[in-house]
């Protein structure tokens, strides 16, 4: 029987990182950054205002104070953009707006509410220290220093930063495509009435979102039926736009289940028992043009054990994420049970505690009951080694986290 860390490296082993691909900013938002990103100029450009107020030279105004203002003659309105700033001579001020370049003489900066906003003339009520409220050249950035580093998930801050830099395009790796496909002759979508016999096809919807959280670009399809030609045309149509496609159901040996016989001429896909509980048959492999697919479980339960525990690393490898695997810790848990022996078992619990304290793990419903009402409830699954069939109230175990 296959090991659950024997799977994990196949699922990596075949995905691999997407090309990197140049984008505009706004495509950029959630991808991993490719590229070493430096600042082409100084940021700012110039010194400058840091806020609303009067340029001047602090010599001309020391001791001003509200019971003793120094007045001083105003001799041009500085605005943001401007590129000749005027140069100060003693006992004169320039009324300056946050973001103007400063001009030439002044040392400080005074805001606007310690003085009376004179036009032609100014009183100064505060005597400022030298470089109050100013922004020096290059104290953000200086040109040529690295400003978002390879490897960086970008957000509204690096765009913030990139764009303040005059960067409009960057390298990035992708979102990846990923088609998830739910085969059952038993599904039908939530929103149906079914009939006896019929469940909601839970998995589509759950795996199209969990993917999508990994900031996928996500297509869902289903329910597919268990009948060879259909699901065969379905997998052929998606593998045009898929860079990895994640299938739920259909894995079972009955012979309503036709995944593996469907998958064949399709490409090369093993399926394999592996030494895990929940999810014990997976599929992995390359359809078509050689594009990767995981075939999951159709248990509710069992999918998403398996996604935490193989797909969420495919994709944030083909992402082009340094550190794959979701976070863990270790909790004691608040009940014992019994541990199938030789397989690694993957326990919904709800962690409560904090660093300094400690961690308890509260089992969510029966260790072996899949339901998804304790799923529901958990934000990290508990993990039993294979050679531990006796698991003891208070153990500790490691946990894999579900919540970002």
Not at 377 to 392: C, K, Y
């Amino acid at each position: 029987m296959k090991t659950v860390a024997r799977h994990v490296k196949d699922c990596l082993a075949l995905v691999g990182q997407l090309p990197t691909l140049e984008v505009n900013l706004v495509e950029a938002v959630g991808c991993i950054l490719a590229e070493d990103v430096v600042a082409p100029w100084d940021l700012p450009v110039t010194d400058c205002g840091a806020c609303d107020g009067y340029a001047l030279r602090t010599a001309d105004v020391r001791g001003a104070s509200p019971d003793e203002p120094v007045t001083l003659t105003v001799v041009e309105q500085v605005r943001a953009g401007d590129i000749n700033p005027v140069s100060l001579l003693p006992g004169h001020a320039a009324k300056i707006a946050s973001g103007a370049p400063l001009p030439l003489g002044a040392d400080a900066v005074l805001a606007l509410e310690y003085t009376d906003g004179g036009l032609a003339r100014v009183q100064i009520r505060s005597a400022p220290q030298v470089g109050e409220n100013i922004r020096r050249q290059a104290e953000d950035v200086a040109a040529g220093n690295p400003i978002v580093p390879a490897g960086t998930r970008i957000g509204p801050r690096q765009v913030a930063l990139l764009a303040g830099a005059g960067r409009e395009r960057v390298l990035v790796r992708p979102r990846p495509r990923v088609v998830v496909i739910s085969i059952g002759d038993e599904l039908v979508g939530p929103g149906s009435s079914p009939r006896p016999g019929q469940v909601f096809d839970a998995n589509g919807h759950a795996l199209a979102t969990a993917a999508a959280d990994l900031g996928a670009h996500v297509f869902r399809v289903g329910p597919v039926s268990d009948q060879r030609g259909a699901l065969r045309n379905v997998i052929e149509d998606q593998v045009l736009r898929a860079d990895l496609i994640i299938t739920t159901g259909g894995l079972s040996r009955s012979e309503s289940d036709t995944l593996a016989e469907v998958l064949e001429p399709l490409g090369e896909v093993n399926f394999s028992p592996v030494a895990m509980w929940p999810g014990r048959i997976q599929g992995v492999g390359l359809v078509g043009n050689g594009v990767p697919i995981l075939c999951l479980p159709g248990d509710p339960v069992a999918a998403q054990v398996s996604f935490a525990v193989f797909a969420y690393p495919a994709l944030r490898a083909m992402a082009g994420w340094s550190n794959q695997f979701r976070p863990t810790l270790r909790a004691k848990v608040d009940r014992g049970w019994y541990s199938p022996r030789g397989r690694r078992e993957f326990v919904r619990v709800r962690l409560e505690g904090d660093p300094d304290k400690g961690y308890l793990a509260r089992v969510q419903g029966g260790p072996h009951q899949l339901l998804l009402s304790a799923l529901g409830t958990s934000n990290a699954l508990a993990v039993v080694p294979e050679d531990v069939t006796d698991v003891q109230m208070g153990d500790e175990l490691v946990c894999i986290l579900l919540d970002d």
